[in-house]
């Protein structure tokens, strides 16, 4: 039975280690800057100005936060086995899946204080360069926050049994190929062979399907968004990073930490 | 009364293989030992590096799995959690979260402990006060020197008030001042009733502080038992000083009795054994030396230490 006590303390303490980080900070700025950029980069086009700014807000917003995710979850848990930190938290009455989700949620509550900051920033520089905010703009956002909770998920899983190098290659493929699994099942149908069909339909449903919470295209370009775009994709998101984390909590309790 | 106490701590043939590489054979560094350790004593638990001290004080901690045998606590299997809020743990070379500072980590360790909000801060500020922390506990914990770390360490071992306290090589790497507070520390965890197990190589310190002790060498244990009964043998000695004995009468005592025979200047030393001790010093007397002091020695643990570890070479 898990103690949501126990597993906030490790979340905030985690959230601390975040904010008393000097590197984070400096991920953040240059974030900022890229966001800020994209009133330059709409310079260079006499149409659409608006439009190009906040799509290059965005998406500074989206390949910063999966950055930063990927650069800090896959160090979160082996870094604590790495630095003995570990040893003092799991002799307390501390379960390993307790310090593992602890250490989950503090980081998608790090990521997601990121992700504020950085839409106030997007938000500031739309608002002086004239560009409306919508709610779509903010659905787009609020979409960019649940793809953080399965990025973060699958880097915490990999950071419960391998190393940060390894587990970044691997959470950095799972990110690209997650952005192209629903094209994959696409193309996929279209072909003869069963087998391929089989196949990309397969890796559609076991790997995340990151490109459902990518509505920048839509909130930028002004095109409808039902409510179901952006609440399928938030209880998905939910649902497979708690998968992930019991899966990395399986693995978690079997190690041995030596 | 020792044999009354109850065993709180109990390793029974406990086995543990590791696996050094991917696709490479199991090595076996644990291969069934047991003891157990009771209710309110200092227990030392001494072996040379490698021996499998850690690795049993990580499989009591839950941080390691046994590969064989059973390992409880106050009753409860290692591999439970609710019960560790009544132990208290100090890794080897402990290191903390250094973003936070003294106050702060213990706060945390309390929080985590499930430590009452209502006596927090006084547990943690008596903590502080009680380890010598409270000048630096508003410090950064990167600030702190090693046996400030350490100090730290001991504290958040205790900050929710267990009754049995694990320590890993406690006095590593102090100097002799840090060494000999630590060690003040622990009699003074004894004196409060709470039960300390020990893990160390450092000898002295296991002979002036620990009541029991159990050798592990190779990953067997060789020895276990009272301090006293384990540094006691049939071969009782003595150091006999001598002052005016004459160099024609320490030879022939040195010959006739066996004795080791030391020159400090005008003064000379002589170990002999306890039964022969008696006419050693009428024959002393009689060639008109004087006594200076008759001491006891004891066969040091050390010795016991490296007998047992020179055995285990002689096994292989």
Known sequence: MISPLRVWVVAVNTVRAAIRNKLLYTLLFFAIALIATGVLVSTLSYVERERILQDVGLSAIRIFGAGIAIFVGVGLIHGEVERRTIYTILSKPVSRSEFLVGKYVGLVLTMWLQLAIMTVAF?????????????????????????????VAVATLFSAFTTPMLASLFTVGIWLVGHSTRNLRLLGEQADVEGVRFATALLHRVLPDLSSFDLVVAAVHGLPIAAAQVIWPMLYGVFYAALLLFLAALVFERRDFR | MAAEQREIVCIEDIVKDFRPGFGLRRKRVLHGISFGVREGEIFGFVGPNGAGKTTTLKIL???????????????????????????????????FYDYLSGREILDFYARLSGVAKRTRRERVDRLLDWVGLTGAAGARLRTYSKGMLQRVGIAQALVHDPSVIFLDEPMSGLDPIGRKEIRDLILRLRAEGKTVFMNTHILSDVEMICDRVAIIVAGHIRYQGRMEAFLSTDEHECDLVLQGLDPETAQTLEERFEAELRGMGDRVELRVREKN???VLERALEAGASVVSVTPHRVSLETVFLNAVEEEAGRR
Do not use: K, W
């Open chain 2, 277 to 279: 001790l008696r006419e």
């Open chain 2, 61 to 95: 901690m839950g941080l390691i799995r046994p590969t064989g045998g059973r390992a409880s606590i106050l009753g409860h299997d290692v591999r439970e959690t609710a019960f560790r809020q009544h132990i208290g743990f100090l890794p080897e070379n402990p290191y």
């Open chain 1, 123 to 151: 938000c500031a520089v739309s608002l002086l360069y004239g560009a409306p905010i919508t709610a779509a703009h903010l659905a787009a956002l609020l979409l960019v926050a649940f793809e953080l909770v399965v990025l």
